[in-house]
């Protein structure tokens, strides 16, 4: 079992940053590839950016390139979204997962764990 626990995520105006982070427990979080997925109210859930198990290799979500960045420190069992230029778009729950192996992978149904998500707001 991996628990997650993700933070950071609140309301902020559009054309600001926040930077979400995601605790991991349970497991040898090395061991794991992750993800970021959200979901806004009435949609379905999506990928936002994933990160292989060392972290040498990431991918974007087409609307978020250029805008948010992953990564993950695995000496403190965590994973990092950093979100710039929000747009009211980017209002959703954010949720981190985690899925055993070493590559990344951009598919919901390969996501074993989840943490419970946290809300960004990005008001106009």
């Known amino acids: 079992q991996v628990q997650l626990v993700e933070s950071g995520g609140g309301l902020v105006q559009a054309g600001g940053s926040l930077r979400l982070s995601c605790a991991a427990s349970?497991?040898?979080?090395?061991?794991?590839?992750m993800g970021w997925f959200r979901q806004a109210p009435g949609k379905e859930r999506e990928v936002v950016a994933a990160?292989?198990?060392?972290?040498?290799?990431?991918s974007g979500a087409a609307s978020v390139k250029g805008r948010f960045t992953i990564s993950r420190d695995n000496a403190k069992n965590t994973v990092y979204l950093q979100m710039n230029s929000l747009k009211p778009e980017d209002t959703a729950v954010y949720y981190c997962?985690?899925?055993?192996?070493?590559?990344?992978?951009?598919?919901?149904?390969?996501?074993?764990?989840w943490g419970q998500g946290t809300q960004v707001t990005v008001s106009s």
């Open positions: 997962a985690a899925r055993s192996g070493t590559w990344l992978s951009t598919k919901i149904s390969e996501y074993a764990y």
């Open positions: 349970g497991r040898t979080f090395s061991n794991y590839a």
């Open positions: 990160i292989s198990s060392s972290g040498r290799s990431t």
